[in-house]
């Protein structure tokens, strides 16, 4: 196949991973409530294993360890910050016709970002070398199925529908493919590394300040229990991803 050709089925394929939230449509709305939150615990360990173990040192190494870094990051994590507020201010005034909490588009957003850059590096990777272009993709398939899963879950605990949920997170998903076609477009002229720390500060203000939270509202010693042993595998796995990649 020729270059374009590996980039596109890869970025469809990579897409499709988003739909991954099938397995829980069948589930009754009792079953549901008691998987959407080890998933959403899940989810949060995956992005702040993302964010640290994954996105912020490839920036270190992309851009070197230098002051404007961690300017994007902590750039991305406010932005989240403000566009969080906005959304709430509006809800709350009646302005705009929101009928699900602001995490929910604040993880599309994130994750639209975050597919972008990942399309943008495995499009990249396949246009210097076939092989190091499918190890790649192999490395980021790998952390975006738990991922996928958990933001399938946080926009279900926001309030989307299960059907829209799995739609708006597959449109997200489809970034990855617009990614790695511009990448074959660019050709490396572009430098997109600063992406990588201001996606970092999205995933952190995500997990941090919406997810994280909502882990803290349960009184039963079991779920507590449960939910802090799926933020730790939601760690666990991103750091060994790491070690892998």
């Given at each position: 196949?020729?270059?374009?050709?590996?980039?596109?089925?890869?970025?469809?394929v990579?897409?499709?991973?988003?739909?991954?939230?099938?397995a829980?449509?069948?589930?009754?709305?009792d079953?549901?409530?008691?998987?959407?939150?080890?998933?959403?615990?899940?989810?949060?360990?995956?992005?702040?294993?993302?964010?640290?173990?994954?996105?912020?040192?490839?920036?270190?190494?992309e851009?070197?360890?230098?002051l404007?870094?961690y300017?994007?990051?902590?750039?991305?994590?406010v932005?989240?910050?403000?566009a969080?507020?906005?959304?709430?201010?509006?809800?709350?005034?009646?302005?705009?016709?929101?009928?699900?909490?602001?995490?929910?588009?604040?993880?599309?957003?994130?994750?639209?970002?975050?597919?972008?850059?990942?399309?943008?590096?495995?499009?990249?990777?396949?246009?210097?070398?076939?092989?190091?272009?499918?190890?790649?993709?192999?490395?980021e398939?790998?952390h975006?199925l738990?991922?996928?899963?958990?933001?399938?879950?946080?926009?279900?605990?926001?309030g989307?529908?299960r059907?829209?949920?799995?739609?708006?997170?597959?449109?997200?998903?489809?970034?990855?493919?617009?990614?790695?076609?511009?990448?074959?477009?660019?050709?490396?002229?572009?430098?997109?590394?600063?992406?990588?720390?201001?996606?970092?500060?999205?995933?952190?203000?995500?997990a941090?300040?919406?997810?994280?939270p909502e882990?803290?509202?349960?009184?039963?010693?079991?779920?507590?229990?449960?939910?802090?042993?799926?933020?730790?595998?939601?760690?666990?796995?991103?750091?060994?991803?790491?070690?892998?990649?």
């Amino acid at each position: 196949m020729s270059t374009l050709a590996w980039i596109i089925s890869s970025g469809v394929v990579m897409s499709g991973i988003s739909l991954v939230g099938i397995a829980l449509i069948p589930l009754d709305t009792d079953r549901m409530r008691r998987v959407v939150l080890p998933l959403v615990a899940l989810a949060a360990g995956s992005l702040l294993g993302g964010a640290f173990f994954h996105l912020l040192p490839e920036a270190v190494d992309e851009l070197g360890n230098e002051l404007s870094v961690y300017g994007w990051f902590v750039g991305g994590f406010v932005i989240f910050f403000l566009a969080e507020q906005t959304l709430l201010w509006q809800h709350h005034h009646g302005e705009t016709p929101l009928a699900h909490t602001p995490v929910g588009y604040l993880v599309l957003l994130a994750d639209g970002a975050h597919n972008l850059v990942g399309g943008l590096a495995v499009g990249s990777a396949f246009v210097v070398d076939h092989r190091l272009g499918m190890v790649t993709w192999l490395v980021e398939a790998a952390h975006e199925l738990p991922q996928e899963l958990g933001d399938f879950a946080i926009l279900v605990h926001a309030g989307f529908d299960r059907k829209r949920a799995l739609f708006f997170n597959f449109l997200s998903a489809l970034a990855f493919l617009v990614g790695g076609v511009a990448a074959y477009a660019l050709a490396g002229e572009v430098d997109v590394a600063v992406l990588l720390p201001f996606a970092a500060g999205n995933f952190t203000y995500i997990a941090a300040a919406d997810l994280i939270p909502e882990l803290t509202h349960q009184e039963a010693l079991g779920e507590h229990a449960l939910h802090t042993a799926s933020f730790a595998v939601g760690l666990v796995l991103l750091l060994a991803l790491a070690f892998v990649g």
